[in-house]
């Protein structure tokens, strides 16, 4: 794997449908294509790849197109994160138009702005991640020893690999607090369904790097105050089959203030993956004013902060892979943006 890295955004789910898992999706016709754009650089290279989130800043199609152009004009990845459509995947679902459509309008999207995708089944709530997100009422308060459940996650995993050939897909978001939310038992039964979710991905398309995301404050026993135990163990239980150590990071819910960031704050994260490239797959810095900030309204805090993050992930060594996000409070623009949502790039 050549020596990359990519930043991407933490932003809330999508929430778009997909289909049945053995009926692949042709993309276009044989209408004549729009040449692909050749992204335009100045300075160095990176040393990693850079990413951003499809979550567009409302909710019609133009905005969705858009949020693929502006990630095709500033990055090399786009992070399309949503929860399995549960009923189109459980034993007996079929595949909707909406979905065909969704399927065929994404693909041309990434290839249009040159874009390698990153796909995250996202099967637990982010505000909640002990809740099963979106599920209908007949799998309501199921888990993953379900077997319809399962069933579901486990086809959804293999469309999205027969249908996009995706670069890099994420197999669970954040699992480490799955874990915390419902302990051990509920945690094998997910990483059972992760193996048979692996093994089904790379049969339909082998090259795709696939691996389960953790939140790095958690992992090191500093997110919640009545907690300081550290679960760098859980990564160990995905092996073999885990490509990339993958996690998201809020520095800001520990440290008060950005200059307290350590300044190895990420590189150490060289130690924990060992020949495995890195992934900073949700990272960010709040807007949100507070005592001590070195800037107004928290823009100057977050400058500071993607500052240092790309200067760690430069001196890492490692493949790193990040995706940069605006504040919790805005969905406008990438970037450092004020509360009110009003963009400062």
Not at 37 to 59: C, I, N, Q, V
Not at 108 to 129: G, H, I, M, Q
Not at 199 to 223: C, H, R, W
Request: proline letters at 8%; aromatic letters at 10%.
């Amino acid at each position: 794997m050549p020596d990359s890295r990519i930043l991407l955004s933490r932003r809330r789910l999508l929430g778009a449908a997909a289909g049945f898992l053995a009926l692949p999706v042709a993309c276009g016709g044989d209408d004549e294509q729009p040449p692909v754009p050749t992204r335009t650089t100045r300075g160095d290279p990176r040393p990693f790849e850079m990413g951003f989130s499809s979550l567009p800043a409302d909710d019609s199609g133009d905005a969705y197109e858009s949020s693929f152009e502006l990630a095709g004009q500033s990055g090399d990845v786009v992070l399309i994160q949503r929860s399995p459509p549960w009923s189109d995947f459980v034993p007996n679902g079929s595949i909707s138009n909406r979905t065909e459509r969704l399927t065929r309008l994404e693909k041309d999207l990434a290839r249009r702005n040159n874009l390698k995708l990153f796909l995250a089944v996202d099967p637990t709530d982010p505000a909640d991640r002990g809740r099963m997100a979106s599920v209908p009422s007949s799998l309501e308060g199921k888990d993953f020893s379900d077997g319809n459940l399962r069933s579901a996650f486990i086809s959804y995993s293999k469309y999205l690999a027969l249908n996009y050939k995706p670069a890099y897909m994420a197999v669970g978001v954040e699992v480490d607090l799955f874990f915390a939310a419902k302990g051990d038992a509920s945690f094998r039964n997910f990483q059972s369904v992760y193996f048979e979710a692996y093994d089904a991905i790379k049969s339909e398309s082998k090259d795709t790097t696939v691996f389960p995301t953790f939140q790095y404050e958690n992992m090191n026993g500093i997110l919640r105050p009545d907690s300081r135990q550290q679960l760098w163990s859980l990564v160990s239980r995905f092996e073999p089959k885990i490509d990339m150590l993958a996690v998201s990071s809020f520095p800001n819910s520990v440290y008060p203030t950005v200059t307290q960031l350590p300044d190895d704050y990420y590189t150490s994260l060289k130690n924990r993956a060992g020949q495995k490239p890195i992934a900073l797959t949700s990272v960010g810095w709040s807007s949100a004013a507070r005592p001590g900030d070195i800037g107004g309204e928290g823009v100057a805090e977050q400058t500071e902060y993607l500052n240092r993050l790309l200067g760690q992930c430069g001196a890492s060594g490692a493949d790193d892979h990040l995706v940069p996000r605006a504040g919790p409070e805005t969905r406008s623009r990438y970037g450092p943006a004020r509360r009110d949502g009003a963009a400062r790039l």
